[in-house]
């Protein structure tokens, strides 16, 4: 098992690049099975998560040619498997967003139901209900979803993708996939708004889909006969680049961080301006791919915050932000509005002397003025985040214990934390 070992109350500073995000990634890299024709991808981020969903596409039939660390090629060149198993889905909810795809181009699809997860019990029940509006039945057999198509090909429909918490990422970009190819003109109603929707419209948009008002509630997609190939640059990470921001703060550290989606952390940008922290664009070119820089002072606000879609506050950024309101000069309320069991931080960041105390879906968080180093256990990619960072805070030495989670969803953190002035190396240990 790896663990990080972090060395705390260093100051960061100096320059930090963005990588890719790996929430855009996957489902787009799910829409290179809409054609027979190559995709092209630059800024993918080399993450377990795409490796895992590279390994599920290949088994559907995609060939994928890494051309670098960040690029690849993927082209479908056979139909004939429909099926994504447990095997590969129980690692990766995500898997699920290759369901819209296959409906649409190969009229069937049996993908495995996820289950439930650390940070609550993530049903697809809407992904299942916008399909079904598009003309796709399910049934349920051993665990899997088996999707059809009557008929071989869906039809244009109005969606109502609105569910008790709000719209569904995965869902959105699954409907807006699987109405690309199919007959006549569909309108998604309540489609999530997150920039990561865009990027996917986007890319449909480059292979020949009719997609307009990508990044609204309301999305229309006229169906086309065919997709064909396209070249993609995935957005940069934005919850990558807000862990990065608090990062700066937490250490009273200067970031300047680049290739930082500025536009599409306005909500987080808010809560780090009240809480004292210094955010500023270093240029205007362009304000999906900024220079940001950012810096921290000695003492922090408290700073109340409620997890919403976007464009409110990621629930993406809450355990982070947790870690950086533990040591506020005052009260800060959180509240998930969008997983509410999504805490398990908590317990850890108490660990560290933290003072929090957590009912239903809020935690009350009565700042402290120090944290002190522990063991702590990462038990999800986001709140292992908010672990290193207090971490990268306390006094002492605090080491993270299961990392793979971290190693989702961040590229080297460790290595690249280290060239700005962390002291964290990564250990391997007995299990
Ligand atoms: C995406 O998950 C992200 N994952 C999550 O990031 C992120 O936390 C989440 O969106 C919310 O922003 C990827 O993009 C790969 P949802 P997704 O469907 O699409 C409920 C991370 O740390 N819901 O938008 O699966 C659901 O339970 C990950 O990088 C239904 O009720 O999330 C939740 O309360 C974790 N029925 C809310 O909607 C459904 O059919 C939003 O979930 C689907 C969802």
């Known amino acids: 098992m790896d663990v990080f070992e972090i060395e705390g109350s260093r100051r960061l500073s100096g320059e930090i690049e963005v990588n890719g995000s790996k929430n855009a990634a996957l489902p787009l890299m799910a ?6 024709e190559p995709i092209t991808f630059d800024d993918v981020p080399d993450l377990s998560d795409i490796r895992n969903m590279q390994m599920l596409l290949t088994e559907l039939g995609c060939a994928i040619e890494r051309t670098g660390q960040h690029s690849c090629i993927l082209h479908t060149t056979d139909t004939t498997e429909s099926h994504a198993r447990y095997d590969i889905v129980k690692t990766m909810r ?22 439930g997860c650390a940070i609550g019990q993530r049903p697809i029940d809407l992904h299942l209900r916008g399909l079904e509006a598009l003309g796709a039945t399910f049934e349920l057999q051993e665990g899997d979803v088996i999707g059809r198509v009557p008929g071989g090909r869906l039809r244009g429909a109005r969606v109502f993708l609105g569910g008790a918490f709000g719209s569904t990422v995965l869902g959105t970009a699954n409907v807006m996939s ?10 998604i109603e309540s489609a999530a708004c997150e920039p990561e929707i865009v990027d996917v419209a986007n890319l449909l948009n480059s ?66 301006e009240q809480i004292g922290v210094e955010v ?11 220079r940001v820089r950012v810096q921290g002072g000695r003492a922090f606000n408290p700073c109340d ?50 003072q929090l105390f957590r009912q239903g879906p809020t935690a009350i968080v009565s700042g402290v003025r120090r944290l002190v180093g522990a063991p702590v256990m990462a038990s999800d990619l986001r709140a292992s985040a908010g672990l290193v960072l207090a971490g990268l805070a306390a006094e002492g030495t605090t080491r993270v214990l299961r990392v793979y989670h971290l190693d989702r969803g961040y590229e080297k953190l460790e290595e690249r934390l280290a060239t700005v002035g962390a002291q964290i190396k990564r250990v ?3 299990d």
């Open 31 to 36: 829409a290179a099975l809409l054609t027979t």
């Open 207 to 272: 292979m020949g889909a009719k997609i307009t008002g990508a990044g609204s509630p309301r999305i229309v997609v006229e169906g086309v006969k065919e997709l064909g190939g396209a070249n993609h640059r995935v957005i940069p990470d934005r919850i990558e680049a807000g862990t990065l921001m608090v990062a700066a703060a937490i250490t009273a550290g200067d970031l300047t961080i680049t290739n930082c989606p500025l536009d599409a952390l306005m909500a987080a940008t808010n809560c780090l």
């Open 305 to 354: 915050i409620t997890t919403q879609p976007h464009p409110g506050f990621p629930t993406d950024l809450q355990a982070q932000f947790m870690a950086l309101l533990t040591l506020a000069d005052g009260t800060s309320v959180i509240t998930e509005k969008i997983f509410p069991e999504r805490f398990l931080h908590v317990a850890e960041l108490s660990r560290m002397g933290a």
């Open 94 to 115: 995500a898997s699920v967003c290759v369901l819209g795809p296959l409906l649409a181009a190969r009229g069937k699809a049996r993908v495995s139901l996820p289950g």
């Open 280 to 290: 500023r664009a270093l240029d205007d070119e362009s304000s999906m791919r900024a």
């Open 428 to 430: 391997t240990v007995e």
């Open 178 to 187: 699987a109405a690309t190819l199919a007959e006549g003109t569909t309108v």
